[in-house]
């Protein structure tokens, strides 16, 4: 459903709005809608209102800090900056694994919770190692203790502790296998949380058997925020069960011909009932266990459409659970937008989305970029004629896809600069390299680690003719 941005102003505080539009390039307003969206979700800004009302009589005693994810570095520091502030007699230790580079550049000196840092979206040994150190930590806690947990986007990889029997290889073959199906990451987690020691609740289960209640703080990069898909869900109740895994496979043609043996071995064995399942609603250990779902796309989208309704743009905003080919939702949206301003001929409209689109990589493809800027250059590769649209589109945590780009956008100086090189879209586009279409063009988005993630964010801006 379409939500519509506040576009009902007074004529006169409408035409102010407008005159201060003139004073900012269209590159100003979709640089500006998505910072306005990282914003929202910085958790030195939002985590210290979620532990303010999760906690209003403050922490004492001993506390134990463990996290995963992209954002769980930041998210670190911003605990331990309000524990000293507002919680001077708590004890605080700790230790969180975040992707390589994903450390902050000026940590707190002296700081009680280490940052250990690793591979994603392929896991590495690092991922192995932080993910034991983890279970060690938790293994010491006394009934007395605190337990905090830090979740964010980027968690699944990174917190790669594979059961018994099965290798790490084996696990980076999947990733790899599952990363070019097309499959969305929901179903990617399914797959892996009924291979690990930590997901699908294993984290909380080990920690409530030694008395202490579980309270997880998440930054939600998932469509529908459900805490068991966010890093494949380690403090969550799991809905999904081993046949679920297996069904997942089968759809992508995944058998054993692509991916180990001793995987799919396991996942039947499940099945059958002889290996324990995820966490379920029944069991026992759900009582003592909270997940605070508080920085969400929802809300970054919200706050991106604040943003544009300040120029007076009619702001739309698709919601965030656009998904499906990156490809076809460019088609879709183009559409949309089209639709939009025939029926708003003089209005400067910005249509805002967010979500996780996918691309499939056919066989002996490498291919350059991720779902944004694949996104992106469908789109202008279909828009090709629309001499007012320009675009956006990138994810929050500031990675997208394989290179080192936030993702693409395209204004009209880009467009110019692509027709000067003689780029081909459609040859870029059926080689699955946007990162060099768009480096060459230079409409690369380049933020470097955002230390946060709230899934992808788009904007498509169109200007009357």
């Given amino acids: 459903m379409l939500k519509f941005g506040n576009s009902n102003k007074k004529k006169q505080g409408m035409r102010k709005s407008v005159k201060s539009m003139s004073q900012v390039s269209v590159k100003q307003i979709l640089f500006g809608a998505y910072q306005a969206a990282l914003n929202v979700a910085d958790p030195q800004i939002a985590l210290p209102k979620a532990l303010e009302k999760a906690f209003p009589d403050g922490l004492q005693g001993k506390c134990l800090v463990i996290g995963a994810g992209k954002a769980s570095a930041s998210m670190a520091d911003a605990f331990e900056k309000h524990a000293l502030s507002y919680w001077p007699q708590l004890e605080v230790s700790g230790v969180v694994v975040t992707r390589y580079q994903h450390d902050l550049s000026d940590p707190l000196p002296n700081r009680k ?10 896991p590495d040994q690092a991922c192995v190692d932080a993910s034991k150190e983890i279970l060690k930590r938790i293994e010491k806690l006394k009934a007395s203790d605190h337990l905090i947990v830090l979740i964010s986007g980027g968690g699944s990889s990174l917190l790669t502790l594979p059961v018994d029997g099965i290798e790490l290889q084996e696990m980076q073959n999947l990733t790899q296998v599952l990363l070019k199906s097309g499959a969305p990451i929901e179903q990617m987690n399914v797959v892996r949380k009924h291979l690990s020691q930590i997901q699908g609740g294993n984290l909380a289960r080990l920690a409530v058997s030694k008395g202490v209640k579980v309270h997880a703080f998440i930054i939600s990069d998932v469509i529908g ?37 001793k995987i799919l071995k396991h996942l039947r064995a499940g099945a059958l009932g002889n290996v324990p399942e995820t966490l379920k609603e029944t069991d026992l250990e759900v009582t003592q266990i909270e997940n ?80 944004c800027a694949e996104f992106l250059l469908a789109l202008l590769d279909a828009s090709q004629g629309i001499e007012n649209l320009s675009a956006l589109a990138a994810d929050t945590d500031g990675i997208d896809g394989s290179e080192d780009n936030a993702g693409a956008y395209f204004d009209q100086d880009v467009i110019k600069k692509a027709k000067e090189l003689g780029l081909d879209t459609q040859y870029y586009l059926k080689a699955h390299d946007s990162y060099g279409f768009f480096a060459q063009a230079k409409g690369l988005v380049m933020t470097g680690p955002t230390l946060t993630n709230v899934n992808d964010f788009r904007i498509l801006l169109i200007n009357p003719k």
């Fill in 113 to 122: 919770i280490s940052v250990l840092q690793a591979a994603h979206p392929v």
């Fill in 225 to 261: 925020d459900e805490p068991a898909d966010i890093a494949s869900g380690p403090c969550a109740v799991d809905p999904s069960t081993y046949q679920d895994a297996i069904h997942i496979l089968q759809t992508y043609q995944l058998d054993e011909s692509k991916i180990s043996p």
């Fill in 292 to 371: 605070n779902v508080y920085a969400t796309a929802m809300q970054s989208l919200a706050n991106a459409a604040k943003y544009c309704d300040s120029f007076g743009i009619q702001t739309i905003v698709l919601g965030d659970r656009i998904s499906g080919e990156s490809k076809e939702q460019a088609f879709i949206q183009l559409k949309q937008i089209k639709e939009l301003q025939k029926s708003n001929p003089n209005q400067t409209i910005a249509l805002i989305s967010g979500g996780e689109t996918t691309v499939t990589i056919p066989p002996n493809v490498n291919g350059r970029g991720g779902r």
